[in-house]
Structure formats: C-alpha cells, structure tokens
C-alpha cells in the first residue's frame, strides 16, 4: 500500500510514491526517479467511503411548545404582514425545551436578529422561522445563516393558512440533512389538500381543545419591530431586471439594497 503522509509543520514530505494529506486536500505524490511531481487527487481509491450523516441527540418539540411558535409568527404575520425567528434551547438535565425570541428587525422576504446570550442551563440547538404567507423551505439566505449554526432548523411557511407548510433539515458545518417534520415534532399530521403541490400540515389537538386554547407570551411581539428602509439608490452599472427584481420587497436576495451608497455618497 502506498504510504500516506499527513503534512504538518514538523513533517516533510519523504521521496517516493505516497500520498500526502494537505492543509487544502489530498495529494499524491509519484516518484519513478526519472519523472516525479506532486499532484492533487479526489479520492484515495483503495479506501473505504465514508457516507456523511448527522444525528442530533434531542426529543420532539411538543405540542404545545410547537403550537405557541406557530400562534406567534401568525400575530407577527398580521401585524407585519413579515416573517419572524425563534431559537431553539435545550436543557439535557430536565429534558425540556426553551423557546426565546430574540430582538428583530423583519420584513415580508426576511428579517435580522440579534443572537441572544446563552440561557443559564441551556444549549442552543435551534431555530424556527417563519416564511410569512410563503411556502417553507430553506432559502439560500437560510443557508447562510444557518452555516455556523448547528442543530435543528425548522421552517414554516403559508402561516397565514390553517394548513401550513414545513420544512426542517439538521445542519453541522455547513452540511443539511433533510428531515421529517412528523418526527421532530409532536401532534402534527399531513392534510392532503386538493390543488395543492406542496406538503401541508395540520394540528391534531387534544380532545374538546381548540387553536384558541394555545397562546404565547405576548411579551414575545415586544421582540420585533418593523424594518423600515430608505428607497434604495442603484449604481447605474445594476441592470435594468436587478432594479425590477430588486425593488420588489418580496423578491429574493434580501437586504442587498440597504448597503448601497445613500443619495449624496455616491
Ligand atoms: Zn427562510
């Protein structure tokens, strides 16, 4: 077998064949005394694969729990016609769930926060946010956010109907692994819906409750306020359909327009 060399600061690369493990990927190195190099390589062939996975060692969100995140972003919704956040706390001694809302700014196409300081007790795990009337998913400004963030990411889209929609994936370094919403949170079932493409969701509440019977604490809707900005300045290089696209608040990528120069820097 080819000898495989890890290229530290005390290593040196010894002669002939090897393979060599870099700071920036594997090399290999071939050395038939009359021609030698160095070259890069994908694979290592003779090993075996590895098949990434990630596991996240936390119960389902309760019912009730889940309930109050989705009562909320739905007042944040009518008041703000907006998206809204909420981050996931876990404490592993009781086993229980925190639900913190962080101060916001948000608009209908997305929002900014200011990540909380870490709760006496708890882990941060999480986060679930809002899509406003649009259908879940994870944007690629999720991704983004979610790239240092590992854990749970939930969405939920269309909250402005009984029936909403779910996407929830496991993030670790910058890695996403879909996920079934049926297993991460408790008391929801999938409502088939005619017309309609997209995976729905219900509550299956407790006998003789109802929606109203679920509320969050009203001190969460203190946490967000209304993103306000200035009409955006283009730059006479921005083409004609990045203005169109642009100037469309519901159209993505958000917040682009808030770092252009302001009438008089240009
Ligand atoms: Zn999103």
Request: proline share 6%; hydrophobic share 35%.
């Amino acid at each position: 077998m080819i000898p495989i060399v890890i290229y530290s600061k005390q290593t040196e690369i010894p002669s002939g064949n090897c393979y060599v493990i870099a700071k920036d990927g594997v090399y290999l190195q071939k050395d038939t005394g009359l021609i030698s190099g160095i070259v890069k390589v994908d694979k290592l062939s003779f090993l075996k694969e590895v098949i990434a996975r990630a596991e996240i060692k936390i119960p389902p969100i309760s019912l009730e729990q889940f309930l109050q995140v989705r009562m909320f972003f739905r007042a944040v919704y009518n008041l703000y016609r907006s998206e809204a956040i909420v981050l996931l706390y876990y404490n592993e001694a009781s086993q229980e769930y925190l639900i913190s809302v962080p101060e916001q700014t948000v608009h209908p196409s997305g929002l900014k926060y200011i990540p909380e300081k870490t709760e006496k007790d708890y882990k941060l795990v999480g986060s679930i946010h809002s899509h406003a009337n649009f259908s879940a998913f994870h944007s690629n400004i999720d991704h983004k956010d979610e790239a240092n963030f590992d854990g749970l990411h939930i969405t939920i889209g269309n909250v402005n109907k009984r029936n909403f929609s779910l996407s929830l994936e496991v993030a670790i370094n910058n890695n996403r692994f879909k996920q079934e919403p049926e297993e991460w949170i408790i008391g929801i079932a999938e409502k088939k819906l005619i017309l309609e493409t997209s995976k729905r969701y219900h509550f299956i509440l407790e006998e003789g409750k109802t929606m109203k019977d679920y509320s969050f604490p009203q001190r969460w809707l203190k946490k967000v306020k209304e993103m306000v900005y200035e009409e955006p300045v283009y730059p006479e290089y921005f083409k004609l359909e990045d203005k169109l696209n642009q100037n469309n608040p519901l159209s993505f990528p958000q917040f682009k327009y808030l770092d252009l120069p302001k009438p008089g820097e240009r």
